[in-house]
Nanobody, 123 residues
Framework: QVQLVESGGGLVQAGDSLRLSCAAS??????MAWFRQPPGKDREFVAA????????AYADSVKGRFIISRDNAKNTLYVQMQNLKPEDTAVYYC??????????????????WGQGTQVTVSS
């Protein structure tokens, strides 16, 4: 199973930006995504990207503020987060659907998950 390691989280103020990275232990052939779990809430979809044609999808709550991208040569997934809000506070997880190359937004579509990185946005 592919190992995923997130990095780039931290404590920022509202309006700031952060870029999260997710490094895979081997070449990734499938669709990838970011999910997050706010304190006391269920895990929720944030953004997704397909393997070959770079199609993207976003949750309404982050559309226009977050940009997902991937560098297949580096086996790395990114999310650029801008204009962060306190409600973006969560543990952010990257996910990989190694055998599915399309665009997926359901947690059940993904078979590899990172350990998560904390993002805290203060008001």
């Amino acid at each position: 199973q592919v190992q995923l390691v997130e990095s780039g989280g931290g404590l920022v103020q509202a309006g700031d930006s952060l870029r999260l990275s997710c490094a895979a232990s081997e070449r990734t052939f499938g669709g990838m995504a970011w999910f997050r779990q706010p304190p006391g809430k269920d895990r929720e979809f944030v953004a997704a990207i397909s393997r070959f044609d770079g199609r993207t999808a976003y949750a309404d709550s982050v559309k226009g503020r977050f940009i997902i991208s991937r560098d297949n040569a580096k086996n790395t997934l990114y999310v650029q987060m801008q204009n962060l809000k306190p409600e973006d506070t969560a543990v952010y997880y990257c996910a990989l659907a190694q055998y599915l190359t399309g665009l997926y937004t359901r947690a059940t579509d993904f078979d590899s998950w990172g350990q998560g990185t904390q993002v805290t946005v203060s008001s």
